[in-house]
């Protein structure tokens, strides 16, 4: 709801208050105490985007709300539904900024995955969110709006529903808001079944550890050794893998639950049975789920980033049972829409920051060489490919 004029700042947002924020915010206004609890139930257990659909409020008070507050829902610019029933919602948030997310559907239940930036400051060589470049953080209103959004177009409980940080941006850069979103979510659906994804941003992880109340976390690990990981993921260059996995092993956990690794498996990159091998000795120890991803190819990636054949998947994945992992292969959803992991561009802006100005189509390049897995290859200027084109 775009309530406020173009040059006025828009009104404060009352999707991202805790009980007691919204309680504190609405004191001058409400004239009994439970009214706050009538309008964060409003907001949060009915959904409701509108004041004036509070029908439990006085006509007065609904009044007084909409003048001072706004209860901002994205606009879905575009839905695209994958033959495997996921759903990539583009959703432009209130300054422009835009942001992906998905809904998988998984057997009776279904998992959300969230953005928590408008891209992604991390450059991982294999991601196209990375790619394009970094982005603003979300709001802790923008993080629940996005669920509030999906379930409402696509008429989900939130019985049966799953919350993943695996979207668009480095959740743990963006703790704060991502810590007042989970608060307000996990009223609705279990802390078990809400997830944060990073791609090992220690401070995060330590700060994650001292909340009296966690998610699940995962870990995009991707590599087994600094080598191979600060060439695929600028970020281990700052914290590499002695100290991501000394963080870890302090984190807290309770009784029966496991970190997610998160392992991409890019052919002749990080797929040997020698990387195998060393990333079951690194994981020694630790209650670790072990989730491998077949890397999702993208035109922009090129042709260094490409998933290795099934056999090679399955030998990687017997070979961390052998040594007493739990390891699994995520089956790729909604690849047909652009939806898989590492596939999110927000594809209304080109790359590295720049919103996309209304310009003839350029021609088409050259074909490239062969390239080298290395993100210096990967930072090519890419908009001017049919295949981003047609996103
Ligand atoms: N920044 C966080 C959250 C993004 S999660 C993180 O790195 O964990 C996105 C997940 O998709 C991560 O595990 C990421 O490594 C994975 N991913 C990125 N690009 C991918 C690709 N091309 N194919 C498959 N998975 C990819």
């Not at 309530?3 to 828009?10: L, R």
């Not at 995962?218 to 700052?238: C, F, G, Q, T």
């Not at 209650?287 to 190819?297: E, G, Q």
Request: charged share 25%.
């Amino acid at each position: 709801m775009k309530s406020a004029a173009a040059d006025a700042p828009p009104l404060p947002d009352l999707l991202g208050l805790s009980r007691a924020e919204l309680a504190q915010a609405l004191q001058p206004l409400a004239d009994r105490p439970f009214r706050a609890v009538q309008i964060y139930e409003a907001l949060h257990a009915r959904g409701i985007a509108d004041f004036a659909a509070m029908t439990d409020l006085t006509k007065d008070l609904r009044a007084a709300l909409a003048e001072r507050f706004r209860i901002e829902r994205p606009e879905i610019a575009a839905r695209e539904i994958s033959e495997d029933g996921t759903a990539k919602y583009l959703l432009r948030l209130i300054d422009g900024a835009s942001i992906e997310a998905v809904d998988i559907p998984d057997g009776d239940r279904r998992t959300l995955c969230l953005s928590s930036q408008a891209g992604c400051a991390l450059a991982c060589a294999f991601c196209v969110t990375g790619y394009w470049g970094a982005g603003r953080s979300l709001t802790a209103g923008e993080i629940v709006a996005q669920v509030h959004a999906i379930r409402q177009d696509r008429h989900h409980e939130a019985d049966g529903l799953n919350l993943v940080f695996m979207g668009m941006g480095e959740p743990l850069l963006n703790l704060d808001n991502v810590r007042a979103a989970i608060e307000i979510l996990s009223e609705q659906i279990s802390l078990r079944r809400i997830t944060v994804s990073t791609a090992g941003v220690i401070p995060g992880i330590e700060e994650m550890a001292r909340w009296p109340r966690r998610p699940n976390l995962a870990v995009s690990l991707h590599a087994p050794d600094d080598e191979l990981r600060s060439r695929i993921m600028p970020i281990n260059r700052s914290h590499p893998l002695a100290d991501l996995l000394a963080a870890l092993r302090r984190y807290p956990l309770e009784r029966g639950r496991r970190i997610t690794f998160e392992y991409i498996l890019i052919r002749d990159v990080n797929d040997s049975d020698e990387h195998a091998d060393r990333l079951a000795k690194l994981l020694r120890g630790l209650p670790a789920k072990i989730n491998l991803i077949p890397t999702n190819p993208d035109a922009v990636l090129g042709p260094g980033m490409v998933p290795p054949p099934p056999e090679r998947t399955a030998a990687f994945q017997q070979r961390l049972y052998d040594r007493g992992y739990n390891a699994t292969v995520r089956k790729t959803r909604g690849d047909d829409i652009g939806a898989a992991c590492g596939q999110l561009r927000a594809f209304a802006r080109d790359p590295r920051g720049f919103r996309r100005e209304i310009s003839p189509p350029r021609p088409s390049p050259a074909p490239e060489p062969e390239r080298e897995p290395a993100r210096a290859a990967a930072r090519r200027p890419a908009g001017a490919t049919s295949r981003n084109r047609a996103l």
